[in-house]
């Protein structure tokens, strides 16, 4: 049953996403600010502009002292990644949804994702917004 009712729910969260509609579900759910926790990696949007949105995470990764290694930067799609303290990769998706707002995606370490790092770092993003 129990199994039955995880996967409806997050078949709902995919459609919701297909839809643009994630994030007004999210603050529904959650509180507005509040990020959601889905496949292994943290996800947030913020009411900010995809520029300020980069410098913010560009920022965050710094202030840890994270080298970034890799990082793509399109018209609505950013990319960064780095490692984290212990070796795990992290991964940050930044996309454009308005253009006053954007979606951050955080994933570190594998599959099933560190939330706390991941939490760390989203943090640190919103902090330097």
């Not at 039955?4 to 507005?32: D, E, Q, R």
């Not at 990769?89 to 594998?110: A, L, Q």
Request: charged fraction near 25%.
């Amino acid at each position: 049953m129990f199994r039955k009712a995880a996967i409806f729910v997050f078949s709902g969260f995919l459609l919701l996403n297909m839809y643009g509609c994630f994030a007004l579900f999210a603050g529904a759910v959650g509180g507005v600010g509040t990020g959601v926790w889905l496949s292994g990696k943290l996800t947030q949007q913020f009411d900010a502009t995809y520029d300020r949105t980069i410098q913010a995470t560009e920022s965050a990764l710094r202030s840890f002292k994270f080298e970034i290694a890799k990082e793509s930067k399109e018209a609505n799609v950013a990319t960064f990644r780095s490692h984290y303290t212990d070796g795990k990769e992290i991964w940050i998706d930044i996309r454009r949804v308005t253009d006053t707002s954007t979606k951050v995606e955080v994933r570190v370490g594998g599959v099933s994702g560190d939330k706390a790092a991941c939490t760390k770092i989203l943090n640190r993003i919103k902090e330097y917004l």
